[in-house]
């Protein structure tokens, strides 16, 4: 969208927009709907090019760090251990709450891929398991809370599938201020058997709604007090599937769920 944030502009990340913020929020409520609007955080590369500081740098405090050569295209990353970083998504935020939406779901919420030799040019920051999750927690917590102030509120999305291998390295329930959690799930990534709690569970010949039957459960547990709202990826369901789902949530009280 056509953003007035100085750093959306400067740095080109809405040259190509035309719609403000404000006329697609209208247009969405002309048609008496409500929306949610979706933030990616720490996946721009247009910003931390624009102001390096927004980026990863390396030990020596000014060296930019790039995912890749920067002959072979090699991108910088918002870092969620940058003060600007932290600040144009706050701005962000309250633009888009601003404009009329209530809910941001944000995405995008991890680290690139690091090799051993970017975690050595790096440093401690993104070799800690602890600083990792505090730094990408620290980013939430700070758009919830300006979209709070614009009395609305931020939604942390995870996948069920990332979070059961631990590659969901903000989920720490009890560090999270956000009030809901928006859980992907495909269940066509458990086929056959995953372990939870040191406990093998098999889904191998389960039917769609079996398989609710063991996921939601866990994912409600993984969420903690956050209050869960299901995404399920459309194209694992057929239509009956999907008929079935839709039933056994309403029937088991998720009176919010997603199919994208």
Request: glycine residues 6%.
């Amino acid at each position: 969208y056509q953003s007035q944030v100085m750093g959306a502009v400067a740095s080109g990340a809405c040259k190509d927009a035309t719609l403000t913020i404000r006329e697609i929020a209208e247009s969405i409520q002309s048609h008496q709907l409500s929306a949610i609007a979706q933030l990616s955080l720490l996946d721009d590369a247009y910003y931390p090019t624009y102001d390096t500081t927004a980026g990863f740098l390396l030990e020596d405090g000014y060296s930019r760090w790039l995912d890749n050569k920067p002959e072979k295209g090699g991108k910088p990353w918002m870092s969620p251990f940058s003060d600007s970083a932290a600040a144009y998504l706050q701005a962000l935020t309250a633009e888009i709450m601003q404009a009329g939406f209530q809910n941001i779901l944000c995405t995008d919420l991890d680290y690139p891929h690091f090799y051993d030799t970017d975690l050595e040019l790096l440093g401690s920051p993104v070799q800690s398991k602890q600083n990792r999750a505090e730094g990408l927690i620290r980013v939430l917590n700070g758009v919830h809370q300006t979209a709070s102030q614009q009395g609305g509120g931020a939604m942390y999305t995870f996948s069920l599938y990332d979070a059961l291998n631990r590659d969901a390295e903000a989920l720490q329930p009890v560090m999270l201020n956000t009030p809901s959690a928006v859980v992907y799930i495909d269940p066509n990534s458990f086929r056959d058997s995953f372990w939870h709690n040191n406990q093998k569970i098999s889904m191998s010949g389960l039917s769609m709604q079996e398989k609710l039957q063991v996921l939601m459960p866990i994912a409600q547990e993984l969420c903690g007090d956050m209050h869960l709202i299901p995404c399920f990826r459309e194209r694992s369901f057929r239509q009956q599937e999907q008929t079935q789902a839709e039933a056994w949530l309403r029937e088991n009280g998720y009176t919010q769920y997603m199919f994208k």
